[in-house]
């Protein structure tokens, strides 16, 4: 054999035995893009309200509202009132709070009856029912929009129901602790309930308006509603 070839011929043989001992190239794990989230934020419009968990509304929550908006402590309930000032007083509007248990309601005998609306007294309520649904739903002139349906408030899991409230209807609701009867003339309403059981504990959500302004304001009061959250 020639020379030269068998000299390039030993070079291309070390070559291969070379290239086969190298170790294999390791591939470079390309590290995946952090994402950061920022941390729930309530807006700088926006006010935080905490209960004052005392002898007044005793159950711990929050909700959040923007300027328009206030709330009213009393017993047992708090009010969420919309007093834009650029409007009377007596255009505010706004929706409720309430811890039921212990509470009464009226008698569906009186309830429609003109001659009770301004007498109403302790008297014309009775016990809170064990069908809080079918009781407003018997109401005599109460027509039932929406039948009950689930909803969930806060991570709680309640019921709903939304009615237009009979031509003539006194308030339905006497709390516990309260001086009065809660409301004054709910008739002819579009009226939004929602019953939560908080811990054991019976929680009322009320919203009404007339029926021009329920639709448009409904919106704004579940925003509120949704922003709700109930602490231990």
């Known amino acids: 054999?020639?020379?030269?070839?068998?000299?390039?011929?030993?070079?291309?043989?070390?070559?291969?035995?070379?290239?086969?001992?190298?170790?294999?190239?390791?591939?470079?794990?390309?590290?995946?893009?952090?994402?950061?989230?920022?941390?729930?934020?309530?807006?700088?419009?926006?006010?935080?309200?905490?209960?004052?968990?005392?002898?007044?509304?005793?159950?711990?929550?929050?909700?959040?509202?923007?300027?328009?908006?206030?709330?009213?402590?009393?017993?047992?309930?708090?009010?969420?009132?919309?007093?834009?000032?650029?409007?009377?007083?007596?255009?505010?509007?706004?929706?409720?709070?309430?811890?039921?248990?212990?509470?009464?309601?009226?008698?569906?005998?009186?309830?429609?009856?003109?001659?009770?609306?301004?007498?109403?007294?302790?008297?014309?309520?009775?016990?809170?029912?064990?069908?809080?649904?079918a009781y407003v739903s018997s109401i005599p002139g109460m027509k039932v929009i929406k039948d009950p349906e689930p909803i969930t408030i806060g991570g709680v899991q309640g019921t709903q129901i939304i009615v237009r409230t009979p031509a003539v209807m006194h308030t339905m609701l006497w709390l516990k602790d309260d001086w009065t009867g809660l409301g004054d003339d709910y008739s002819n309403r579009i009226e939004q309930l929602i019953l939560l059981d908080v811990n054991g504990e019976l929680v009322l959500l009320e919203f009404d308006d007339s029926p021009e302004k329920f639709d448009e304001r409904y919106l704004l009061v579940q925003e509120i509603f949704n922003s709700i959250t109930f602490t231990k």
């Open 1 to 133: 054999m020639n020379t030269h070839k068998l000299l390039v011929s030993i070079l291309i043989l070390v070559c291969v035995l070379l290239s086969a001992c190298a170790p294999a190239a390791t591939a470079t794990a390309t590290p995946a893009p952090t994402t950061s989230i920022p941390p729930t934020a309530v807006p700088a419009n926006m006010t935080t309200f905490h209960s004052p968990e005392n002898a007044s509304f005793h159950l711990p929550l929050t909700l959040n509202y923007g300027p328009d908006w206030e709330t009213n402590v009393h017993a047992n309930a708090i009010d969420i009132v919309n007093a834009n000032p650029a409007v009377p007083q007596r255009e505010w509007w706004g929706a409720g709070i309430s811890l039921v248990d212990g509470a009464k309601v009226a008698d569906p005998a009186k309830i429609t009856d003109p001659g009770q609306m301004k007498t109403s007294s302790l008297s014309d309520f009775v016990p809170w029912p064990d069908d809080f649904f």
